[in-house]
Structure formats: structure tokens, C-alpha cells
């Protein structure tokens, strides 16, 4: 796993992502693979966590065959999404803490919506990007590890908002995000 997006973006605050693999005692008593994620702020710098965050290795051995379309560092991320926004990280990191598996993930795959209800909530995402990063560049997978949609429905809201011109494609899955979208409703 060497793909892991770098940032979590919230409606109201942006964290810059640092991951590592992790040797730890529950990864070995617990057949996982484990990492240590710290999430810092962009604009607040005393605003930081740090935590466990861990795959089952029998789901990590059995992914490529699930043909989900998205890399499992973006589910795992997902996760951790999850329960950054739930207030509830301290049940990531101990001994028994919550670890992704074959029984959990299909809740983080995303959901289905109707266009309107995806353009805002990604307008919403963006903005808070936008205000911490105004002339800064994203990638599809720091969107999609930070919303609750599918791959395709969030395509489909990034293709709209391209053409309401709040997004510019710069080509690869990377986007700028335009400054207009401040301004946006």
C-alpha cells in the first residue's frame, strides 16, 4: 500500500494526512497490517490527532478479487473519515481498536444520489478546501476519500461542476479548484 491520499478534507476544516507503516503488537496478535496516521490541520497547526489505523490481512490478501474499482487505500481512508467526523478515532488505535475488514466495508463504497444532492455537498467540500488552499490542486482521490458517494456519482458532480467552471481538469484525476466557488451558493 503506497497510495494513500494526503488529505481529509471536512466541511469546515482541511487536515494534512501522514502515514507510515506501522510494526505494532496488535497488528501481530491480530493478523493485521497496521499504520500510524497523523492528521494536522492547514489552519490551525495545534489542531492535531494521531492514530492506529489497520486492515485485517485476510481482507488486504482478498481484495483484489472483491473488483470494487477503487484502490483499498481510499476505503481504508474512508474509514478513518468515518470516524474522524463520528468524534470517535480513540476506537482505532488499542489493542482491540475497530480495523477494516471483509464484514465492514461496504458501507464505505459510497452511495447513490440524485445530481443536485452530490454538486452541493461536493461545493460544500470544496469551498472548505478552497479557503485553505486557494490556488491549490486536487486529486480525485482526496475528493472521494472525503465524501460518502460512489466513484461514478462523484464523477458525475465533478463533470458538473466543470461545467459550471468551478473545477478546471487539469488532466490525471487533478483538478483546480477555481476561486469562484467561494462565492458559489
Given at each position: 500500500?503506497?497510495?494513500?491520499?494526503?488529505?481529509?478534507?471536512?466541511?469546515?476544516?482541511?487536515?494534512?494526512?501522514?502515514?507510515?507503516?506501522?510494526?505494532?503488537?496488535?497488528?501481530?496478535?491480530?493478523?493485521?497490517?497496521?499504520?500510524?496516521?497523523q492528521?494536522?490541520?492547514?489552519?490551525?497547526?495545534?489542531?492535531?490527532w494521531?492514530?492506529?489505523?489497520?486492515?485485517?490481512?485476510?481482507?488486504?490478501?482478498?481484495?483484489?478479487?472483491?473488483?470494487?474499482?477503487?484502490?483499498l487505500?481510499?476505503?481504508?481512508?474512508?474509514?478513518?473519515?468515518?470516524?474522524?467526523?463520528?468524534?470517535?478515532?480513540?476506537?482505532?488505535?488499542?489493542?482491540?481498536?475497530?480495523?477494516?475488514?471483509?464484514?465492514?466495508?461496504?458501507?464505505?463504497?459510497?452511495?447513490?444520489?440524485?445530481?443536485?444532492?452530490?454538486?452541493?455537498?461536493?461545493?460544500?467540500?470544496?469551498?472548505?478546501?478552497?479557503?485553505?488552499?486557494?490556488?491549490?490542486?486536487?486529486?480525485?482521490?482526496?475528493?472521494?476519500?472525503?465524501?460518502?458517494?460512489?466513484?461514478?456519482?462523484?464523477?458525475?458532480?465533478?463533470?458538473?461542476?466543470?461545467?459550471?467552471?468551478?473545477?478546471?481538469?487539469?488532466?490525471?484525476?487533478?483538478?483546480?479548484?477555481?476561486?469562484?466557488?467561494?462565492?458559489?451558493?
Amino acid at each position: 500500500m503506497v497510495h494513500f491520499p494526503n488529505i481529509l478534507i471536512l466541511p469546515d476544516k482541511v487536515y494534512s494526512l501522514s502515514i507510515q507503516k506501522a510494526e505494532s503488537k496488535r497488528a501481530l496478535d491480530r493478523f493485521l497490517f497496521d499504520y500510524s496516521v497523523q492528521g494536522v490541520s492547514f489552519s490551525d497547526p495545534y489542531d492535531k490527532w494521531r492514530t492506529l489505523l489497520g486492515v485485517s490481512r485476510e481482507f488486504w490478501e482478498d481484495y483484489t478479487f472483491y473488483k470494487l474499482g477503487v484502490p483499498l487505500e481510499w476505503l481504508l481512508l474512508r474509514f478513518l473519515y468515518h470516524h474522524l467526523t463520528a468524534n470517535s478515532l480513540d476506537l482505532l488505535s488499542g489493542d482491540n481498536g475497530q480495523v477494516l475488514n471483509s464484514s465492514n466495508f461496504r458501507a464505505l463504497l459510497g452511495r447513490e444520489i440524485i445530481e443536485t444532492e452530490g454538486e452541493e455537498s461536493l461545493r460544500i467540500l470544496l469551498k472548505s478546501w478552497a479557503k485553505v488552499h486557494p490556488k491549490g490542486v486536487i486529486e480525485f482521490k482526496d475528493i472521494y476519500v472525503s465524501s460518502h458517494f460512489t466513484a461514478e456519482t462523484l464523477r458525475q458532480s465533478i463533470e458538473t461542476l466543470k461545467s459550471s467552471g468551478h473545477l478546471k481538469d487539469l488532466g490525471q484525476n487533478v483538478y483546480l479548484v477555481e476561486k469562484k466557488i467561494l462565492d458559489a451558493s
